[in-house]
């Protein structure tokens, strides 16, 4: 099967993720579609951190050996590669935390204490309907803490960010706007640089989660006018085909350096005496502690590997896969797609609900034939409120996602109607 | 999981349940209710459920629920199964399709106690399922625990 916009490598990256080989309970293949939720990794990002841990393993800049050395090379070496992946104009901009969850906490937390950005008493923050909770509960949290009001935009039917509100919600009240980028249920494209622009015009800054847009869209943050550029961006390593355990805050160094420190700790001070200390500048200021340094490693190897096969091509072979994942659903009795379906102005995680069986019925049947998808809320339960469904069943591709994987997709849910008797009264 | 493992965990008894459910709804009653709202956080499905209890005597269980089939074919049974019980009848009940459900499919259930709760025990086997056959029985057991603790509505 060949459809435009496919990888034409794609046998070849195919055998670069050594998972796509596995067979399951009964010998059946895996097919994979849970790429939103975690993406596979390649063995270039599996043998780097092999090869960081059987012979460069040391702690980071305080070690005064040549181990240590190497291990701080590796890993400033992959902030390097991170920015670039990015775009970054700076690339001590490049902050390694967690996750997107930790990043996002960061900045919720840190404009809680005093400093030039310090949120407070009738001020707003703007979020929307169709985050993340990773995007929700933090600015609860800051809310709660500061006496702050919490506004969201709303969706509209088909999904998308309802902007005819943007006026009354983005005023001078307005501190903070946060938002993602590509919605992890609904696949909606958010307009960044519009809301961006908005935002900048009344003097809030700007977070954007960027968890499921920096896998599949092109990001170049020096490239966008200061106006449109978000002044922060979140985004986690493991969907982007690199380890767990670390993430990404890339920050402006203005914003940044207003932020007052997030933890306190080794590594991220300048000096420390009984009565108080000072801190280290950017990025080291918000790193405090042993980093996760190989998984640090093991991303800078993935946006590498990413880079490499050109994010302009895998946003066109993921275009590619959802156009065919949304025709091949359409044409099963009873699905409902939720969100966009225009497969240009989505990312590649398509949630859809079937009339008569329960998203983890589906799931479940779908497993037994080595079909991985997710099924629930997908951490975005008021999403799923606004449109009226308590969960549903989420698939998602990648850049190894094949179209023979997605036919087997539909037959599983043509097998799951007949299983559950829904032609049968 | 393989196919033989697929009808394992829904036998015909549950489908049967999932469809038709016994006892669905919530009822109104005067005098000894008690109300819980139950969710299972992974994967958001809910119950709100009602005891009615009458002179010791399970009166009354009514329910509206959302989720998989597993969940409300679960809740079917548990009404089938406790309502027109004592309530320490009904609470041996729950105590052995407990221990059925948390017994990772090593346990042998004795059809004279739980009937068409048997069935649930393919579902012990999948451990990501256990709580959703766990779900109405859990409110259960904290609703007629607070009728009978007198918190509830008398
Ligand atoms: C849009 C979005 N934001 C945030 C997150 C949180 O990522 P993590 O759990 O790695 O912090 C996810 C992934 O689950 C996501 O899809």
Known sequence: ????????????????????????????????????????????????????????????????????AESTEAFEAARDKVAAFIGAPERDEVI????????????????????????????????????HHSNIVPWQLLTQRTGATLRWFGLTDD??????????????????????????????????????????AVGAIVVVDASQAAPQLPIDLSAMPVEERPDLLAFTGHKV????????????????????????????????RMEGSTYAGIPHKFEAGTPPIVEAIGLGAAVDYLAHIGLDAIHAHEKAITGYALEGLRSVKGLTVLGPLDAAARGGAISFELDGV?????????????????????CAKPAHARFGVQSSTRMSSYLYTEPREIDALVEALEYTRSYFKLDRA | MTAQDLDALYQEIILDHYKKPHGKGLREHAGHTAEVHHVNPTCGDEVTLRVHVSDGVVEDVSYDALGCSISQASASVLYDLVVGKSVDEAMAIHQAF?????????????EDVLEDGIAFAGVAKFPARVKCALLSWMAWKDATAQVVAGDGDN
């Open chain 2, 98 to 110: 407990l221990t059925l459900m948390q017994g990772k499919g090593t346990v042998e259930p004795d």
């Open chain 1, 1 to 68: 099967m060949t459809l435009e916009g496919l990888l034409p490598e794609l046998a070849v990256i195919r055998k670069d993720f050594p998972i796509l080989e596995r067979t399951l309970a009964g010998g059946v293949p895996l097919i994979y579609l849970d790429s939103a939720n975690t993406s596979q990794k390649p063995q270039v990002v599996i043998d780097t951190m092999v090869d960081h841990l059987e012979h460069h393993n040391a702690n980071i800049a305080r070690a005064m050996h040549q181990l240590g």
């Open chain 1, 358 to 378: 329960h998203p983890h019925d589906i799931a479940q049947v779908l497993d037994s034939r080595g079909i991985a998808v997710r099924a629930g809320h997908h």
């Open chain 1, 96 to 131: 390694f935390t967690k996750n997107a969850s930790e990043a996002l906490n960061l900045v919720a937390n840190t404009l809680v204490w005093p400093g030039e950005r310090q949120v407070g008493p009738g001020d707003e923050i703007v979020i929307t309907e169709m985050e």
């Open chain 1, 159 to 200: 999904g998308r960010l309802d902007l005819s509100t943007i006026d009354e919600l983005i005023t001078e009240r307005t501190k903070v706007v946060s938002l993602t980028w590509v919605s992890n249920m609904l696949g909606t494209i958010n307009p960044i640089a519009e809301i961006t622009r908005k935002a900048h």
């Open chain 1, 241 to 272: 085909v690199g380890p767990t355990g670390i993430g990404v805050l890339w920050g402006s160094r203005a914003v940044l350096d207003a932020l007052p420190p997030f933890l306190g700790g080794g590594e991220m001070i300048e000096t420390v």
